[in-house]
């Protein structure tokens, strides 16, 4: 049972280049998250999506677009990567959300952006 | 807007010792989970609390919810080396909110 998958788990881009991060889950989940972690500030929500075709922001969305046009999967995009954008990613999906369900995390992608 | 604090942020103790996590969180909610995430690794859930009054154990570390209080704990009993990690609790708001933030974490360490 493959879980949650998120490619690619490294990444290094320059300023101002465009990328996608992929999220894959195999669990029929209802709701995808992506978070973002930096050191000393937890991970914080960037963009959430309940079910196919529904997507909202979270507490750090600018820079950021998803789309949810499959159950199965939420990609990140990057539209034009800045250096604050360097950090860990982490997608993670729920059966109903996470007012009644824990949330099931990816590995991660490192983003580095000179 | 909902803030989840943990404290201690960093926490190194011996073998043996028994030490407790705490996480509070400024609006209402009874859902509050705790994750364990080891250097370089994703995050894997321990515990999930969703009522007041909750308590969870699993081996030597146990979790309690007090939604009065707005206060979970997560206590460690006896600790040992396979413990440390960085411990985060996590907390959605009620009614409908899809939301789940993340308290700072508390990066443990525990020395033989």
């Known amino acids: 049972n493959a879980g949650v998958t998120q490619t690619p788990k490294f990444q290094v881009l320059k300023t101002g280049q465009s990328m996608t991060l992929q999220c894959a889950q195999d669990?029929?989940?209802?709701?995808m998250s992506w978070y973002r972690q930096d050191p000393g500030m937890g991970l914080r929500l960037i963009h959430y999506?309940?079910?196919?075709?529904?997507?909202d922001q979270g507490e750090v969305p600018n820079g950021y677009n998803v789309s949810r046009s499959t159950t199965e999967d939420f990609p990140l995009r990057l539209l034009s990567a800045a250096p604050s954008q360097t950090s860990v990613y982490f997608c993670?999906?729920?059966?109903?959300?996470?007012?009644?369900?824990?949330?099931?995390f990816g590995e991660g992608s490192r983003l580095t952006v000179l | 807007e909902l803030k989840v604090e943990q404290n201690p942020l960093f926490l190194s103790m011996q073998e043996g010792k028994n030490y407790t996590i705490y996480c509070n969180y400024s609006?209402?909610?009874?859902?509050l989970y705790w994750y364990r995430q080891d250097p370089g690794k994703s995050l894997e859930s321990l515990f999930v609390?969703?009522?007041?009054?909750a308590v969870k154990q699993e081996g030597r570390l146990m979790a309690s919810l007090d939604t009065k209080a707005r206060l979970s704990t997560l206590h460690i009993t006896a600790a040992v080396h396979d413990l440390s990690a960085t411990y985060f609790c996590?907390?959605?708001?009620?009614?409908?909110?899809?939301?789940?933030?993340f308290g700072t974490g508390t990066r443990l360490t525990i020395i033989p």
């Open positions: 993670a999906s729920s059966l109903t959300g996470p007012n009644t369900g824990e949330l099931f």
């Open positions: 669990m029929n989940h209802e709701y």
């Open positions: 999506s309940v079910g196919a075709g529904i997507t």
């Open positions: 609006t209402t909610s009874d859902r």
């Open positions: 609390l969703l009522s007041n009054g």
């Open positions: 996590a907390v959605a708001e009620n009614f409908g909110n899809e939301k789940l933030t």
